[in-house]
């Protein structure tokens, strides 16, 4: 079982619609856990990172349930520049701070 | 600017040859990550090191070797025993687990 899982997609969304991705992993040491968008042919950036009592931010919602190791995203109002890959990246901390990413996400949004 | 610089952003090598792409960050990060990222597919971890002269495999390390000698400096080599070494290459300098990444090399083995 991989690390960290993701469903591959592609999600293709009308504009304005609310799109969920979830993301799983198999390790219930795991200590934090973030989402990042990449662009094609360009490098990561963070989007949110993802705390235990959920956060949001702006249109985008993030959430954590441990007990099921699955964090998920929450796109509210979907733009067309919300197009992207969407990785999770989840850390586990054994004074070792390895960065496992997912395999991404890919979003198209419809006009 | 603060930053993590990679270089050069295209690199094409002849099967067989070593490379070393180069990746440097003043953002004064201990921890430092090598990735490769394969058309439509995610990040997967070549090497990381937290601190000088120190590091540590990731899931896709043979054929790979990196250097620590500075706190802003985190080479990485492609040696002629990796099997498929055409790929993107990303590297990152993180604090409290967020990460920063260069723009990427992409290598091109012909």
């Known amino acids: 079982r991989k690390e960290v899982e993701q469903d591959p997609g592609p999600f293709n969304v009308p504009e304005g619609a609310t799109v969920a991705f979830n993301c799983t992993y198999s390790?219930?040491?795991?200590?934090?856990f973030f989402w990042y968008r990449q662009d094609c042919r360009k490098e990561p950036k963070l989007l949110m990172s993802?705390?235990?009592s959920g956060n949001e931010d702006g249109r985008f919602t993030a959430q954590l349930n441990r007990a099921s190791q699955y964090i998920s995203l929450l796109i509210r109002d979907s733009k067309l520049s919300d197009s992207a890959t969407y990785l999770c990246v989840v850390t586990t901390s054994f004074g070792n701070e390895k960065l496992t990413f997912g395999t991404g996400t890919r979003l198209t949004i419809i006009p | 600017d603060g930053g993590i610089t990679q270089s050069p952003k295209y690199l094409f090598r002849k099967e067989g040859q070593n490379v070393t792409l180069s990746c440097e960050q003043n953002?004064?990060?201990?921890?430092m990550y090598w990735y490769r990222q394969d058309p439509g597919q995610g990040l997967r971890l070549i090497y990381y090191?937290?601190?000088?002269?120190?590091?540590q495999k990731g899931d896709i390390a043979e054929g790979y070797s990196v250097s620590r000698e500075k706190k802003e400096s985190f080479p990485l080599t492609v040696t002629s025993a990796q099997k498929n070494p055409t790929a993107f290459y990303l590297c990152?300098?993180?604090?409290?687990?967020?990460?920063?990444f260069g723009q990427g090399t992409r290598l091109t083995v012909v």
């Open positions: 390790n219930s040491a795991s200590q934090s």
């Open positions: 990152a300098s993180a604090r409290h687990w967020e990460a920063f």
């Open positions: 090191s937290q601190i000088v002269n120190d590091f």
């Open positions: 993802v705390y235990s």
């Open positions: 953002l004064n990060h201990d921890a």
